[in-house]
Nanobody, 124 residues
Framework: QVQLVESGGGLLQAGDSLRLSCVAS????????MGWFRQAPGKDREFVAA????????YYGDSVKGRFTISRDNAKNMVYLRMNSLKPEDTAVYYC?????????????????WGQGTQVTVSS
Protein backbone atom coordinates (compact mmCIF):
# COMPACT_ATOMS: atom_id res chain seq x y z
CA GLN A 1 0.00 0.00 0.00
CA VAL A 2 1.34 3.38 -1.03
CA GLN A 3 0.40 6.64 0.63
CA LEU A 4 0.77 9.86 -1.34
CA VAL A 5 0.66 13.36 0.11
CA GLU A 6 0.69 16.45 -2.08
CA SER A 7 1.72 19.92 -1.01
CA GLY A 8 2.47 23.30 -2.49
CA GLY A 9 -0.89 24.48 -3.77
CA GLY A 10 -2.07 28.01 -3.31
CA LEU A 11 -3.67 31.15 -4.69
CA LEU A 12 -1.73 32.78 -7.50
CA GLN A 13 -2.05 35.27 -10.30
CA ALA A 14 -1.84 34.61 -14.01
CA GLY A 15 1.76 34.33 -15.11
CA ASP A 16 3.02 33.11 -11.75
CA SER A 17 4.99 29.93 -11.16
CA LEU A 18 4.51 27.23 -8.57
CA ARG A 19 6.00 23.90 -7.66
CA LEU A 20 3.88 21.08 -6.33
CA SER A 21 5.43 18.25 -4.36
CA CYS A 22 4.26 14.76 -3.60
CA VAL A 23 5.87 12.43 -1.08
CA ALA A 24 5.29 8.70 -1.18
CA SER A 25 5.51 6.17 1.61
CA UNK A 26 4.72 2.52 2.12
CA UNK A 27 5.97 1.08 -1.13
CA UNK A 28 8.87 0.80 -3.53
CA UNK A 29 8.69 4.27 -5.01
CA UNK A 30 11.12 3.61 -7.81
CA UNK A 31 8.89 0.83 -9.16
CA UNK A 32 5.98 3.16 -9.87
CA UNK A 33 5.32 5.40 -12.78
CA MET A 34 4.18 8.65 -11.19
CA GLY A 35 1.59 11.03 -12.54
CA TRP A 36 -0.15 14.31 -11.88
CA PHE A 37 -3.80 14.83 -12.68
CA ARG A 38 -6.13 17.72 -12.04
CA GLN A 39 -9.83 18.19 -11.65
CA ALA A 40 -11.75 21.42 -11.91
CA PRO A 41 -15.32 21.77 -10.57
CA GLY A 42 -17.81 20.05 -12.86
CA LYS A 43 -15.11 18.56 -15.07
CA ASP A 44 -13.53 15.14 -15.48
CA ARG A 45 -10.15 14.38 -14.03
CA GLU A 46 -7.55 15.50 -16.57
CA PHE A 47 -4.10 14.08 -17.22
CA VAL A 48 -1.37 16.65 -16.59
CA ALA A 49 1.98 14.85 -16.60
CA ALA A 50 3.69 11.57 -15.84
CA UNK A 51 7.22 10.33 -15.41
CA UNK A 52 8.75 6.89 -15.83
CA UNK A 53 10.22 4.92 -12.97
CA UNK A 54 13.75 6.12 -13.55
CA UNK A 55 12.78 9.59 -14.68
CA UNK A 56 14.09 9.31 -18.22
CA UNK A 57 10.71 9.53 -19.93
CA UNK A 58 8.07 12.17 -19.35
CA TYR A 59 4.56 12.62 -20.68
CA TYR A 60 2.48 15.78 -20.79
CA GLY A 61 -1.04 16.80 -21.51
CA ASP A 62 -1.46 19.14 -24.45
CA SER A 63 -2.76 21.97 -22.30
CA VAL A 64 0.39 22.10 -20.16
CA LYS A 65 3.09 21.09 -22.61
CA GLY A 66 5.91 23.63 -22.59
CA ARG A 67 4.75 25.22 -19.32
CA PHE A 68 4.85 22.39 -16.79
CA THR A 69 7.74 20.09 -15.91
CA ILE A 70 7.50 16.86 -13.97
CA SER A 71 10.49 15.44 -12.13
CA ARG A 72 11.21 12.87 -9.45
CA ASP A 73 13.79 12.08 -6.82
CA ASN A 74 13.75 8.37 -6.08
CA ALA A 75 16.17 8.77 -3.19
CA LYS A 76 13.63 11.01 -1.44
CA ASN A 77 10.46 9.29 -2.66
CA MET A 78 9.36 12.59 -4.16
CA VAL A 79 7.73 13.70 -7.38
CA TYR A 80 7.39 17.34 -8.37
CA LEU A 81 5.39 19.40 -10.79
CA ARG A 82 6.89 22.72 -11.74
CA MET A 83 4.22 24.98 -13.23
CA ASN A 84 5.18 28.12 -15.11
CA SER A 85 3.11 30.77 -16.87
CA LEU A 86 0.02 29.79 -14.95
CA LYS A 87 -3.36 30.59 -16.43
CA PRO A 88 -6.80 30.86 -14.82
CA GLU A 89 -7.76 27.66 -16.64
CA ASP A 90 -5.10 25.82 -14.64
CA THR A 91 -7.29 26.27 -11.57
CA ALA A 92 -8.09 22.82 -10.18
CA VAL A 93 -7.35 20.33 -7.48
CA TYR A 94 -4.08 18.65 -8.41
CA TYR A 95 -3.59 14.99 -7.57
CA CYS A 96 -0.48 12.87 -7.41
CA UNK A 97 -0.88 9.23 -8.44
CA UNK A 98 1.20 6.05 -8.62
CA UNK A 99 0.90 3.43 -11.35
CA UNK A 100 2.13 -0.16 -11.11
CA UNK A 101 3.10 -2.04 -14.24
CA UNK A 102 1.75 -2.45 -16.82
CA UNK A 103 1.79 1.30 -17.10
CA UNK A 104 -0.84 3.52 -18.62
CA UNK A 105 0.38 7.05 -18.03
CA UNK A 106 -2.49 8.95 -19.58
CA UNK A 107 -5.46 7.13 -18.06
CA UNK A 108 -6.64 7.81 -14.50
CA UNK A 109 -8.17 4.34 -14.11
CA UNK A 110 -4.76 2.75 -14.66
CA UNK A 111 -3.33 4.33 -11.52
CA UNK A 112 -3.41 2.37 -8.31
CA UNK A 113 -2.82 4.97 -5.62
CA TRP A 114 -3.89 8.58 -5.25
CA GLY A 115 -3.16 11.45 -2.94
CA GLN A 116 -5.80 13.66 -1.40
CA GLY A 117 -5.10 16.57 -3.72
CA THR A 118 -3.92 20.13 -3.36
CA GLN A 119 -5.84 23.17 -4.58
CA VAL A 120 -4.31 25.51 -7.12
CA THR A 121 -6.24 28.68 -7.88
CA VAL A 122 -5.07 31.13 -10.53
CA SER A 123 -6.71 34.52 -10.79
CA SER A 124 -6.63 36.71 -13.89
Amino acid sequence: QVQLVESGGGLLQAGDSLRLSCVASGGTFSAYLMGWFRQAPGKDREFVAAISTGGSTTYYGDSVKGRFTISRDNAKNMVYLRMNSLKPEDTAVYYCAADRPPFGPYTPSRYDYWGQGTQVTVSS
